[in-house]
């Protein structure tokens, strides 16, 4: 593994390379009549569904391949013989410079912004797993810059896609149920852990960079916790179930209420450890209202042993579904399952109701697509950013129960929690800073 001196060192030199024409400094202008080389960055877990979806497409060249973890590098070579392979991102795209076109982002949720930023700013389309950052100065920061490179960026949320989802946008934008006054929505899964620092643990395996692992995060040791699979219990690697199932099932109603940003936000959970996020989270939002709510919308997610919800009033007989969303409108309602069609509410009153016809979308070969200019992203960091904005305001109220965060978005700030703001933006660890974050 590089030292981080060897690695600064090294990262230098690439800069000083760049200077000299060796690296590009905007995307490579691609045809579709050549193949779009990618570099993919995290090859385990999601990452290998990442990398065969976007394999999939007939004009994509798995150009390189990167993890930290040396065993699930070699399974990912397996599958692309040719692939050039690395443990670290930096030196990945520093080294191959204009020979790949663009960059798959699909590590633990801390790695997201660096990773992603480090292609942005090498002017390179990316597609990053959800939640599309970690902090939400970072997810502000994606969307700005991917603006200004004019890239084709996606956010990870396949289901965005999927005609189910895209149905029940067009259900509720037709005004079937009436504005819209409250949502609720809710996972009961449980990404959260209450209990302390971990301690006698064993040394990282010898398969695992352990020092990239943690990347902008400060050092600590190995924790058979954290890797392969449990990250997203923990507030310095992951979110939470708020930020891992939250950011597929806020995506309908966000989309198809054309939200912005909240107005406050306001959870229910256990005091904060500073270590694990909370096994169950009941976080309130107030949005301002759009053309398809009321004058202004509550949203209320519920988590873990919360979920799902148990005090709302619904239709005699009606089971909620373990995850999904509810729609309250001032006609009718509509349920939501995670991932299913939509149940209009009352049942009697919409038995001759025909639904809209929407075709099935590929949430990868979109992207694929949108790098070659032909079509657009639908989550790309322009509506992403903003939603991941909202999202993560409710990671970080979970560190001040009980109380009222007021939102001004223009200035990326909590303006009656002063200590709020310290959580917005993380500072990276010395030798790991990213241009723009």
């Keep these: 593994m590089r030292s981080r001196l060897a690695r600064r060192d090294f990262l230098k030199a690439a800069g000083t390379m760049a200077t000299l024409g060796v690296l590009p400094s905007a995307a490579r202008a691609v045809s579709f009549n050549e193949k779009l080389r990618t570099a993919h960055v995290g090859v385990g877990g999601m990452g290998s569904g990442d990398l065969g979806s976007i394999a999939s497409h007939a004009k994509v060249e798995v150009a390189a391949l990167c993890d930290v973890d040396a065993e699930r590098l070699a399974a990912a070579q397996k599958r692309h013989p040719r692939a050039k392979t690395f443990r670290d991102y930096r030196e990945m795209l520093a080294t191959l410079g204009d020979s790949v076109d663009a960059v798959v982002v699909s ?131 992951g979110t939470g179930t708020l930020g891992d199932m939250g950011v597929h099932i806020f995506d309908t109603p966000y989309a198809a209420l054309e939200l912005t940003s909240p107005k406050w936000v306001r959870t229910t959970c256990r005091p904060p450890t500073g ?35 148990t005090d709302l009033q619904l239709p005699e007989g009606l089971r909620l579904p373990s995850q999904g969303a509810l729609f309250l409108g001032e006609e009718a309602m509509m349920l939501l399952p995670h991932v299913g069609e939509a149940q209009l509410l009352p049942a009697e009153k919409f038995a001759s109701y025909t639904r809209p016809d929407v075709p099935e979308g590929d949430h990868y070969h979109q992207w694929v697509d949108a790098c070659f200019g032909e079509g657009q992203t639908s989550a790309g960091f322009q509506y992403a950013g903003p939603l991941t904005e909202a999202l993560l305001l409710g990671v970080v109220a979970n560190r001040f129960p009980g109380q009222t965060l007021a939102w001004d978005a223009e200035n990326l700030a909590v303006t009656n929690v002063a200590e709020a703001n310290a959580l917005l933006r993380r500072t990276y660890r010395a030798g790991f800073e990213v241009e723009g974050l």
């Design 275 to 309: 270590f694990g996020h909370p096994e169950k989270n009941k976080v309130e939002y107030e949005f301002p209202g759009t053309a398809h709510t009321t004058e202004s919308l509550l949203w209320t997610w519920y988590d873990g042993a919360f979920a799902p919800p």
């Design 107 to 237: 590590t633990p949720d801390h790695t997201h912004a660096p990773a992603a930023m480090t292609a942005l700013q090498l002017g390179k389309p990316v597609y990053c797993q959800k939640p599309l950052t970690h902090e939400v100065f970072e997810a502000r920061q994606l969307r700005l810059v991917a603006e200004q490179k004019k890239v084709a960026t996606q956010m990870g949320i396949q289901v965005h896609s999927s005609a189910v989802y895209r149905r029940a946008v067009a259900i509720v934008q037709s005004g079937v149920i009436g504005k819209v006054k409250q949502v609720h929505a809710w996972s009961s899964k449980n990404w959260g852990y209450d209990g302390g620092p971990f301690t006698n643990e064993p040394e990282a395996p010898p398969s695992v960079a352990w020092d990239l692992w943690l990347d902008t995060a400060a050092l600590r040791p190995f924790a058979r916790a954290y890797h392969p699979g449990g990250w997203r219990k923990f507030v310095d690697f």
